[in-house]
């Protein structure tokens, strides 16, 4: 079976640090894989999706970037971190052809201090 | 526009009653529809999905959902909610595979709350 992990769980960063998330999925091969932000009572926005290693889509201007080094290796980065970085961020996942739906990791707490 | 609405923010519901949270959506194409759920502090589980065919259809954990076209409505059900069942629901459409296509649009979500 497919599983996706998040690390860190939470992290607490001061403004102006850089900024590391990392998702791995396992279990599926050439996945789609998405990063959203999730602010409270926003609801999810969208970050950045890739639909193969070293493609990368960016849904909003921002202060963060994404890579996908590896096939099942998605990475969100700052290098500077802001105030309003701080949410919980959710990597998620969808298989091949004919399959709709995505799968979400646990996710990481990020505050900005 | 492509969105998805969900009029309810916060509903409360007793141990055992009912339970009906809204979702309508605008999308220019076949929808393909879903419900996740989220508690404190977790990822979003997905819930059911709807695709075609029968528009009754049956999720995880009791829960339903019933696609009606005509109202571009995709509302979430379960007969008798338990207090585990607190938690936030996002409803969610999409429209296919292949590049931003295979995006999928979220609702802001409705927090269930359950009174023992």
């Known amino acids: 079976s497919q599983t996706i992990h998040q690390w860190p769980a939470t992290l607490v960063q001061p403004v102006g640090s850089p900024l590391s998330l990392e998702c791995t999925v396992e279990g599926t091969s050439n996945p789609n894989l998405y990063w959203y932000r999730q602010a409270a009572g926003r609801g999810l926005q969208l970050l950045f999706y890739s639909v193969g290693i070293g493609q990368i889509s960016s849904e909003v201007p921002q202060n963060l970037s994404a890579s996908r080094p590896q096939d099942r290796q998605f990475i969100l980065s700052s290098k500077k971190l802001l105030l309003s970085d701080s949410g919980f961020y959710l990597c998620?996942?969808?298989?091949?052809?004919?399959?709709?739906?995505?799968?979400f990791g646990p996710g990481t707490r990020l505050t900005v201090t | 526009a492509q969105s998805v609405t969900q009029p309810d923010i916060h509903i409360t519901v007793s141990e055992g009653a009912s339970l009906e949270l809204r979702c309508n959506y605008s999308y220019g194409a076949t929808p393909y529809l879903f419900w996740y759920v989220q508690s404190p502090g977790q990822g979003l589980q997905l819930l059911l999905k709807?695709?075609?065919?029968?528009?009754l259809v049956q999720g995880i954990k009791g829960f339903e959902a019933e696609f009606k076209r005509s109202q571009s409505s995709f509302n979430l059900r379960k007969p008798s909610v338990h207090w585990s069942d607190a938690a936030e629901y996002f409803c969610a459409v999409g429209g296919g595979y292949g590049g931003s296509q295979g995006n999928l649009i979220f609702g802001k979500g409705t927090k269930l709350s359950v009174k023992p």
């Open positions: 709807y695709f075609s065919g029968d528009t």
């Open positions: 998620a996942w969808r298989g091949g052809l004919g399959y709709y739906e995505q799968y």
